[in-house]
């Protein structure tokens, strides 16, 4: 039993391996049972599926980022563990770029068997929670995230470069968690200012 366990984490940190030097396009079954000193049919009785292998290291990549943004100490204000949670987002998806774009790679990951969204659902409750002061939290959360997982893909793939050099992108990354939540507070006011201008006089 535990050598079964042994080589399946052997195939997942060899496969690992092979899309953070290489990207997706190289992880096959062959080449990890290569990597890993195994015979070439062995993956497939651990994962028959090379879908069913990637989805094992996108799970590994959706912990590794939880596992980070659960270490922000929760008796900070909610604006600033935002902050932060959107700081470790940014910088993961650049330093891991080719893990990050695996986890949210749906096309190729749907219908391999694994439940990815009860890894990443509880990511995204994070940023719904900590935006709950906004008229919909789930909205705000999803053009927050949207923003978020740009200047990731942007970023880590150097497009950003094409446009302007020498971005910095932890500053870019406040900027835009200071810009939503300055817009959710501009839409509470205005709500509110709305509400007491149409407000009977008898009332």
Same mark, same amino acid.
């Given at each position: 039993? @535990?050598?079964?366990?042994? +080589?399946? /984490? ?6 690992? @391996? ?6 997706? /396009?190289? #992880?096959? &079954? ?11 049919? *062995? ?12 989805? %094992? ?5 959706? +912990? %590794? ?14 604006? %600033? ?19 990050? %774009? ?6 190729? &990951?749907?219908? =391999? ?11 995204? *409750? ?11 939290? /789930?909205?705000? *959360?999803?053009?927050?995230? !949207?923003? &978020?997982?740009? &200047?990731?893909?942007?970023?880590? !793939?150097?497009?950003?470069?094409? #446009?302007?050099?020498?971005?910095? !992108? ?6 835009? #968690? ?15 200012? =709305?509400?007491?201008?149409?407000? =009977?006089?008898?009332?």
């Amino acid at each position: 039993m @535990a050598e079964t366990r042994d +080589v399946r /984490e052997r195939l997942v940190e060899c496969g690992m @391996a092979l899309l953070m030097e290489e990207g997706t /396009e190289s #992880v096959g &079954l062959r080449a990890i049972a290569r990597r890993a000193g195994v015979s070439h049919g *062995a993956p497939r009785r651990y994962f028959p599926t090379l879908e069913l292998l990637l989805a %094992e290291i996108a799970v590994r990549g959706f +912990v %590794e980022l939880g596992s980070a943004i659960a270490q922000i100490d929760g008796a900070l204000p909610a604006s %600033e563990r935002l902050e932060r949670v959107a700081l470790i987002y940014t910088s993961f998806g650049i330093q891991r770029r080719r893990l990050f %774009e695996l986890m949210f790679r749906h096309d190729l &990951l749907e219908g =391999s068997g694994a439940q990815l969204r009860q890894h990443s659902r509880p990511l995204f *409750a994070v940023l719904v929670e900590l935006l709950a002061e906004a008229p919909d939290p /789930e909205a705000s *959360a999803v053009k927050l995230w !949207t923003n &978020l997982h740009g &200047l990731a893909v942007l970023a880590g !793939t150097g497009a950003l470069n094409v #446009v302007a050099d020498g971005i910095d !992108t932890d500053r870019m990354t406040r900027a835009i #968690v200071a810009d939503h939540l300055l817009g959710i507070t501009a839409r509470g006011t205005s709500a509110r200012n =709305s509400k007491s201008t149409t407000k =009977s006089p008898s009332s």
